[in-house]
């Protein structure tokens, strides 16, 4: 296992925790270097960047913005970037202004099947109201028992095809890395493996998200398997992309991953995070040859 996490979530977007426990719950697990990435929110960041540094964990900024790509749904994670920065931060309103009217609609599709408490009901759930998500309708219909876990309410109503599904527009993918890019940060593709894209599509994506100015893919994430990591650290490699890692943490019992570790990335792999990481200097007299 490595002691880096570069995608996590806090209760600014559909985690449990506040910020400052997911950052003390990375650190105790023995994680050195860590991104707080919550969707389309950077107001985490102060609070997780001070716990980390109290902790003296090395911390960088984070961001997963969602995003629409032709009829499909991608997450870009933006990475050590200034979480000031004004474009980035109009950007990233913008993409949350649409998520309540989203939530209307999605608890009208689900009313047609009598449940007529849901919106009240899962906005209890969402700490930020600006970032009410699947997620929080997820675990309103666990609580009111209509499914025994998150995952079965996803399969049952929240997917494309279900009663609770809506299409929505995000912010568009060059958009979202020129955000990143113009705040100084990195864009990451986010857990490649979870888009049910064909192998075709995939690598039209792959050659599209790098002429926009992606430099980097997730190829080890707590939704990836193991075939998946070994299948993108291939493709990064043929794509020229750097690796990144994360446990794409939410809640303790949601998911299977607590954060703070991630398995090594396959052999070849560059790290994306080798910017980031501070080493002890070498003391240059010492090391090269008089
Ligand atoms: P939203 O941004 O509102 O569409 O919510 C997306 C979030 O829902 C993701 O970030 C995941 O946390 C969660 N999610 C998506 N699909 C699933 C699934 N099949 N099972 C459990 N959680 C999911
Ligand atoms: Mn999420
Ligand atoms: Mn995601
Ligand atoms: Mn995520």
Redesign the pocket.
Known sequence: MIPVDLHCHSNIS?GLLPPDEVVRRAHARGCQLFALTD?DDVRGLPLARQTASELGMQFVNGVEI?VSWGKHTLHVVGLGFDDQNPELLAGLASVRAGRFERAERMARGLEKLGMSDVLAGSQKFATNPEMI???HF?RFLVESGRCKD??SV?KKYL?RGKPGYVEHEWARLHDAIDWIRGAGGVAVLAHPGRYDLGNETLRVLLIEFHRMGGEAIEVVSGTHSIADAARFGRLANDFSYQCSCGTDY?ATGEGSREPGLNAELPFGCVPVWERWRKVDPIDVSVARPS
């Open positions: 559909d969707h969602s998500s699947r997620t997820a998150t995952k996803f997917v939410h």
